[in-house]
């Protein structure tokens, strides 16, 4: 929560936050979040309402929240991107793999990111180049992506390369908390994506190109660079994220993250973000994964409620806010005639 | 006179099988409104086309400041001092103001850029902010966004491409007043619109074009509305025609088929009056942009109307959609037969066959389908004549022949044309002309929209003329001619007693 | 013969069949077993029956201009809740209890399928959408159903679904057999077929000719629900058992798939049944060739991925554009056939 208003004084000027207007359903999701955390604070104090959940569920949901952010700049450009879950996947065998043959580490990592980002670029290339549907050149790259897993090797293998130990020993912060490195690593890409987003020309393109692809175009806007862009930002972003699902759970495995591309879109939609694209944030994002974390941590903490609810909570936020979406853009729409 | 800022000299433009643009030159001077006039088919949206760069042209020169220059996109057009203004705004609703104003041009220092937008806006005392989206704001202020956008690039040429055709009255005070004054700083404008009163209004020029040639170039206060028209439709310089004789039915005096008792729509049409009987081909003239089809498409209940009363057979009834007017035994052919009528993937038989298995209902099939569609391939001559050729091959005219038989084979009690004749060959043109004819005849009531005002005159037994949106006439043919037409067009007010006065 | 739009595809199946008769010598025979019908074709008909299925519905539903990413989930909810009702029964192999069972787990899937059709439909929601909602929270209400176990029952009227044989036949090649003739008998005996394509190929002018394509789009996710819904109740019933998690997982991208290379475009209109199916077994081939040569099922992903790739660029009129272009040197780009119609500001936008 201290993130957040730091964030919001200093990084969201009131130019560029008021500017798009687009923030009601952000704030609901804000208000949610604070709900479900009052809820679980009375219910469960002194368990649940402490700093120390806050953190974890950025050490549990720290995957979720990078692929998210790169998700929320292909959705924001009016694409999508199936292939999220399947990349995250590929990055944590890739780790797994290459370590396991005596890599180093941050060799078997930078060849992770590397193919996220090319993979990527292949499927944006495709998109802008031959005109086929993000969601079914997406899929192919899921495909592509998870087939690969199992071309490394069918079985799960475990990463036993001590760097990926030491990025989550525990880091004792004052106020009786500890943090990881992997959590400031998500923070700090958190902030990067923010402020590529509203502070760099490509962000401000991206904002063009979800708005009205052919009049980004007429304004002299790189729309083929701006949307294969994205696309690499996606796949870079998944990968890094399977890195951390690698740290998380030591180990590669081609069914890992199955479905977490659902979560993900899903997490972008509750945090804000139009899934026609040109509206969004990356705090709501943040926001959206965090209130999924919430939930979770939630149900678990309930004990009977047993996690498929989880799944179902997800289903009914993700009606709620598709059509509360839908009716600020009847009302927009109607207002602009 | 001052030099002309842009020249366009001898412009040639063929597309196959025809000839957009033969030998046109155009010059627009500095610190000048001009409008770009012409009927459908003139050649107004390939001239712009060709000086915006998103056509090369066959032959001819561009000459900005008197250097030639040669254009390669709408882009490139743009960083020479030429920005267009469209219909359609092209910026993006989810951008604020300011960013609309400044992205895609280079380094831009956005926390200046508000200031810089505020102050620009502020010059065309457009009070609006710009940190809100642009969406925000209706489609009157977004196109003057899109004009700042445009001049504030140092445009020396601004062309809008008919930026009035959805703003009412008002807004429309409002653009001409940000005309005025970008004429006063010395850009010059090109003006295309359809509505006569605003180019007379705002324009110091006009130039025409017909049929893909220069008719001329005219100082606006030279001309009045009855010869900016002749220009326009050729009417005062070729020879009269022979008259056709109008049917010679006169309609039964017995209840209308179709009645409108003030049926309007705001921003489509104004409320008009307008009597059908079964056996009577009724007519709509007027230019381009009057409103025709506006209107047709509210007797259809293709939109709705907001005022008004229609009644069908002496029945009141309110069409909430096509489903309800054709079940009154109305039916429509749009003029935009490839995105409104044809289902072009589907074969002819099934195209015919949509309307009345659509009335019919998914369960009834149908059952003497081929019959039915073989008689109608015969009776109008639909080639190929493969009930299994797919519609989207055909060309116009068979492709508009398929969709009068799928609503003939409906039997309808009205039966609304728009544009029927548009972009198909004489030959074709001719038989439907005639097969109008013989409806009539059989006892169906049509109603006939054309820009082509011989063949309304050909068919029709009386001719609603409209003008900027509203039926200002209705005129019985009787000894009628398209000057008279004209005449009624050009001529002041609204009021039908002096349209009836004409057509003494 | 080669512009037949079943040509390509029924040319695939055909050599991916002679090709795995060539590598397996005895691919193409059948034999009898204790009454029963056996042989690699068999199997192929037999694993193929849910993917045929779900890409009927699938089709059906492309055909108006959509698309059902939820297909998964109600084959795991349809599964789930029969396996449910039947083990909570006393005589699981009472066959009353069985087709209990069984009907209220397609009321379910047809309810499921009302739901896409209505956020489609009524509210007008973009149908990838809609139906991602269903497609998340499917997989929990199945598991709710199952509170999270695998159910597994033992019930021999149940088990004939997916598992059994009937007049020396595998049942579920009769299921399929049966849907297929009743699905083509609805859309091509009746006008449902020549509506649903109006809709899907125009939809402006399908409302300018009095359709009323609200109900045909219901009808058409709630069809492709039972489809899903029936498959559901084959892939439990041939396990025995019912696995929230994991039944009809990716199953919408292989029905998907089956659509795409049957030769239907994603972008709606004209459907093909008959190529639906065809694509559907060539989809259930690939998976036995590879199963049978050895290759571990799962790597099947990156053919899959292959063959998406590749049919969705050859059907990309811009893939085909910029390869013809490179490869013939083509007379200069004409502009669109449009253009007597260009100077058309008679568009008059009537907003």
Known sequence: ??????????????????????????????????????????????????????????????????????????????????????????????????????????????????????????????????EIQPFIATLAGMFLARGLCFVISIEQIPIKDPFFDWVQTPIAVPGDMFIKPTVILVLVIVAIAYWMLHYTRFGRNVYAVGGSAQSALLMGLPLGRTRILTYVVSGVCSAIAGVLFGVYTLSGSGLHAVGMELDAIAAVVIGGTLLTGGYGYVLGTLLGVMLLGTIKTLLNFQGTLSSWWTRIAIGVLLFVFIVLQRALGTRRRSAGV | MTPPILEMRGISKAFPGVRALDDVSFRLLPGEVHALMGENGAGKSTLIKVLTGVYTADAGDVLLAGNPVVIGG??????????????????????????????????????????????????????????????????????????????????????????????????????????????????????????????????????????????????????????????????????????????????????????????????????????????????????????????????????????????????????????????????????????????????????????????????????????????????????????????????????????????????????????????????????????????????????????????????????????????????????????????????????????????? | MIKHRLFWPVVALVALLLGNRIVTPGFFSVEVKSGHLYGSLIDILLFGAPLILIALGMVTVIATGGIDLSVGATVAISGALACYIISDQANQGSVGGVLFAVALALVLSLALGLWNGMLVAWLGIQPIIATLILMVAGRGVAQLITSGKI????????????????????????????????????VRRTALGLLIEAVGGNAEASRLVGIRSRSLIIMAYMFCALCSGIAGLMISSNIAAADGNNAGLWMELDAILAVVIGGTSLIGGRFSLAGTIIGALIIQTISTTIYTAGVPSYRVLVFKAVVVALVCLIQSPAFRAKVFRRRHKRPPPQPKAEVPASDSGDLEVSA
């Open chain 3, 151 to 186: 159910i597994t029952v033992n019930s021999p009227p149940y088990k004939l679904i997916g598992g059994g044989y009937w007049l020396g036949l595998p049942f579920a090649i009769i299921v399929v057999v049966v849907v297929a003739a009743i699905t083509a008998v609805l």
């Open chain 1, 1 to 130: 929560m201290t993130a957040l208003t730091f964030m919001g004084k200093r990084g969201m000027t009131a130019f560029t936050f008021v500017s798009r207007r687009g923030y009601l359903p952000v704030l609901v999701t804000l208000g949610l979040l604070v709900a479900v955390f009052v809820v679980g604070s009375i219910l469960y104090y002194p368990d649940f309402g402490t700093g120390q959940v806050v953190v974890n569920l950025f050490i549990d949901n720290g995957f979720l929240l990078v692929t998210a952010v790169g998700m929320t700049f292909v959705i924001l450009s009016g694409g999508i991107d199936l292939s999220v879950g399947a990349v995250v996947a590929l990055g944590a065998m890739l780790c797994a793999w290459l370590t396991g043959m005596g890599w180093p580490a941050w060799l078997a990592i930078v060849t992770a990111i590397a193919a996220g980002a090319l993979l990527g670029f292949i499927q944006g290339y495709v998109i802008h180049e031959f």
């Open chain 2, 74 to 504: 709408p882009h490139q057009a743009q960083e020479a001092g030429i920005s267009t203004v469209y219909q359609e705004v092209n910026l993006c609703p989810n951008l604020s103001v300011a960013e609309n104003i400044f992205i895609g041009r280079g380094k831009v220092r956005w926390k200046q850029a508000r200031a810089r937008a505020a102050e620009l806006l502020t010059r065309f005392d457009l009070d609006i902010d710009p940190a809100l989206p642009l969406g925000a704001y209706s489609i009157a202020i977004q196109q003057l966004v899109a004009i700042v956008r445009a001049v504030d690039i140092s445009a020396k040429v601004l062309v809008l491409d008919e930026p009035t055709s959805s703003l009412d009255r008002d807004e429309v005070a409002r653009l001409f007043a940000v005309m005025r004054r970008l004429r006063e700083d010395g850009v010059a404008i090109l003006f295309v619109s359809h509505f006569l009163e605003q180019v007379f209004d705002i324009s110091d020029r006009v130039t025409v074009l017909r049929n893909g040639r220069l008719v001329g170039e005219y100082e606006t206060g030279a001309l009045t509305r009855a010869t900016l028209i002749g220009h326009m439709t050729g009417r005062v310089l070729e020879a009269l025609e022979e008259l056709h004789a109008p049917g010679e039915h006169a309609p039964d005096s017995a209840q209308p088929v179709l009645r409108a008792e003030g049926i309007g729509r705001k921003g489509g049409i104004a409320p008009f009056d307008l009597t059908i009987h079964s056996g009577e081909v009724v007519g709509f003239a007027g230019l381009l942009g009057s409103g025709r089809t506006e209107a047709a498409r509210l007797l259809f209940g293709a939109d709705g109307s907001d005022s008004g009363q229609l009644s069908i057979d002496g029945k009141p009834v309110t069409l909430k959609s096509p489903g309800a007017a054709i079940e009154h035994g109305v039916a429509f052919c749009p003029e935009n037969r490839k995105t409104e009528g044809l289902v072009e993937d589907l074969t002819v038989g099934e195209n015919i066959m949509l309307a009345l298995q659509a009335a019919r209902g998914w369960v009834r099939q149908v059952t003497d389908s081929d019959d039915l569609v073989r008689r109608w391939i015969t009776a109008l001559r639909i080639t190929p004549s493969d009930p299994d050729a797919i519609a989207g091959n055909l060309s116009g005219g068979n492709q508009q022949k398929v969709l009068l038989a799928r609503w003939l084979i409906t039997q309808p009690k009205l039966l609304i044309l728009d544009e029927p004749t548009r972009g198909i060959d004489v030959g074709a043109k001719a038989e439907i002309q005639k097969l109008v004819v013989s409806l009539a005849d059989e006892g169906k009531a049509v109603l006939f929209i054309s820009a082509e005002l011989e063949e309304v005159l050909r068919i029709s037994h009386k001719v609603e003329v409209l003008r900027d949106r509203q039926m200002i006439a209705e005129l019985a043919n009787e000894g009628l001619t398209p000057e008279r037409i004209l005449a009624t067009i050009a001529g002041g007010g609204t009021g039908t007693v002096a349209a009836e006065g004409a057509a003494q």
